[in-house]
């Protein structure tokens, strides 16, 4: 529910590097493990479960949305949502929004009891399962990352789990029957609506009553509205719902929040039957989302409930409620871990493997008898990088190789973890733009470095802008830039500066001459994961990340860049990308393959030792 709208352009917070419950959950876990997977970017497998989990609460917010009063249990349309720009709802068009222009029911179509209310959410369900099932089915397998099979998973268990929420939901309809409808029923009766409003077919100013809206006690058809909650809106463009701390450095995303009560109470739809040690991070989640909400209110408003309904077992898990001592300490330790993890790019040194203990939970989120295993590594024999993690003893017998014979050539290769991503150079200054100093302290300019016959155009990155600018930078002052990024664009040398590089008066007599700037590289590495492949659509790139002994990097090819070999490289393949672009892109390696590289397979995934 985005109380409060990440603001893209705050110029003191990376809109990519915030903080998240996922990302905290990892790092309690083990520093190590948030390293690999946020720092490093190694994206993890996906197996099938996670296509039942998008099928189940995509199902279950396509049903809470509609109504029992403007929708026929065996309708073949359904309640969409207009989208903005930028994909999500579209709150404040009035157009476009299908509700208005529904007509009421015959009232005797209408359920007036919770089991005709039952049979009419569950036909809802039956009309939208099978699509919302072979669209999850459709995006997972268009993951070039997936693992297993979607028959490993089985549709009647997922189609059992919505019927486990619709009952869920249902034992709120019911409550709020008992109560009249609470607090707010005459405000709905009235057309009152939320400023950011359950998601039910309708814009945010409709100044109507709602069709279904009566006199007198509340009915069934009426509970059904009043008690709806915000969720997740199904034709919403992911991560568009987000509500961020005022601060701009955490955000999260809500799956239900109730309110029909006159105080909120945040609900997690888990589809699953809550055993393991994932149980424990829900927890964690809802007491950070138990926060959030309070420091998006001023910290004047506290939730009323915390609940994880596991759909697995359709049981309901009660969370302990953070005190306001409790979450004032939360907010310095996540302030202080974001301080630590985002604010900059922390060393993998700095991120040590120190795995917490595993944790143990019985079906619906229930503690088990033995709270913790006693082997403190535990969590390392089920760890998606301890091949590759110093605290683990596996091996995946990661490539280390130092010359390729391709082509007639013998091509030296480079350790990827020696990959010299920044250079040093100096020069003189020529046709300078600038310098300006932007509002978030960092300085905008331009220049050609001249050194002898050598050049080399000098620009700030798509990454951000340098601060650290010598105030005597002049048209002809020689100068010394340091940790520039090099690349190449159309045969020139060009160094871009970002937040780490400097740019300082060159000493007498120091040198680094353009020309010694390397910008291109050969490696050997295994395929961790392909993390983009053209789509024809919106996709243009091929993108992977290669590993090797000494470490890991991305590699991204455009347009009419993509190898032809793209098409039959899988994860766990070895290859060779020669003559490669050296390049750098969010903190870490990244091995660009444009004219005149090329891309070699030497090993099939069969072949490798599995990761």
């Known amino acids: 529910m985005p109380v409060r709208r990440p603001d893209p352009e705050n110029p003191k917070v990376n809109p990519y590097r915030r903080l998240s419950a996922s990302q905290v959950n990892a790092w309690r876990k083990c520093p190590r493990l948030w390293y690999y997977g946020w720092m490093a970017r190694l994206k993890s497998p996906l197996p099938p479960q996670i296509l039942r989990g998008n099928a189940v609460e995509e199902c279950v917010c396509r049903v809470l949305r509609e109504s029992p009063t403007l929708m026929a249990a065996d ?4 309640m969409t949502s207009p989208l903005a720009e930028d994909g999500s709802p579209d709150w404040d068009s009035q157009d476009f929004w299908i509700g208005p222009g529904l007509s009421p029911l015959d009232s005797s179509s209408v359920p007036d009891d919770r089991e005709s209310l039952h049979s009419w959410a569950s036909s809802r369900a039956d009309a939208h399962f099978d699509r919302c099932w072979e669209s999850a089915i459709a995006d997972w ?3 070039p990352n997936k693992i297993g099979s979607a028959d490993d998973i089985d549709k009647q268990e997922g189609r059992d789990m919505v019927e486990a929420a619709i009952n869920l939901h249902l034992d709120e309809v019911q409550s709020c029957m008992e109560s009249g409808g609470g607090p707010t029923l005459d405000d709905w009766r009235s057309g009152k609506r939320e400023d950011w409003p359950a998601p039910d077919g309708f814009p945010r100013q409709w100044d109507e009553p709602h069709p279904a809206a009566g006199s007198g006690p509340i009915t069934w058809a009426e509970a059904w509205e009043v008690a709806r909650p915000w969720f997740v809106d199904p034709d919403a463009k992911s991560f568009t719902q987000t509500s961020a701390h005022p601060g701009e450095w955490f955000q999260g995303e809500y799956d239900m929040v109730y309110r029909w009560s006159g105080t909120p109470k945040i609900v997690d739809l888990k589809a699953s039957i809550g055993k393991g040690d994932r149980s424990g991070d829900y927890l964690d989640q809802l007491r950070m989302y138990a926060w959030l909400w309070w420091e998006t209110h001023d910290r004047e408003e506290q939730v009323e409930g915390l609940e994880i309904w ?10 302990t409620l953070p005190s306001e001592e409790e979450m004032a300490a939360l907010d310095s330790e996540l302030e202080g871990l974001y301080g630590k993890i985002h604010s900059r790019d922390p060393s993998i040194e700095e991120c040590p493997p120190e795995p917490s203990p595993l944790r143990f939970f019985e079906r619906g989120g229930v503690p088990a008898d033995i709270p913790v295993h006693a082997d403190e590594r535990a969590r390392c024999t089920r760890c998606d990088y301890r091949g590759i993690c110093d ?24 350790p990827i973890g020696e990959i010299e991503t920044r250079a040093s150079v100096i020069g003189e200054v020529v046709g300078l733009q600038g310098p300006e100093i932007l509002e978030d302290g960092s300085i905008s300019l331009e220049f050609t470095l001249q050194d002898g016959y050598d050049r080399a155009r000098v620009r700030p990155s798509r990454q951000g802008n340098p601060t650290q600018v010598t105030r005597n930078i002049s048209e002809g002052s020689r100068v010394r830039i340091d940790d520039g990024m090099p690349s190449l664009w159309r045969g020139q040398l060009q160094i871009d500066l970002d937040g780490n590089s400097s740019v300082s008066m060159a000493s007498e007599g120091d040198s680094s001459p353009v020309v010694e700037v390397e910008t291109r590289v050969s490696v050997v590495g295994r395929v961790w994961s392909i993390d983009a492949y053209p789509n024809g659509v919106d996709v243009n790139r091929w ?22 070999s793209a098409a039959a490289i899988s994860r766990g393949d070895e290859i060779a990308i020669l003559n490669g672009e050296v390049g750098e892109w969010a903190g870490r390696p990244q091995v660009r393959i444009g004219p005149g590289a090329r891309v070699v397979i030497l090993k099939h995934s069969p072949d490798t030792p599995g990761f």
């Open 310 to 319: 596991y759909l697995g077992t359709g049981t309901v898990k009660q969370v």
């Open 391 to 414: 605290g683990s003893d596996h091996d995946i017998a990661l490539p280390l190789e130092t010359r390729v014979e391709r082509f007639g050539h013998a091509w030296p290769i480079t």
């Open 543 to 564: 993108s992977i990340t290669l590993m090797d002994k000494t470490g890991s990097a991305a590699s991204v090819a455009f347009k009419q860049f993509v190898p032809v």
């Open 75 to 78: 309708s073949r349309s359904s």
């Open 141 to 143: 397998e268009s993951s």
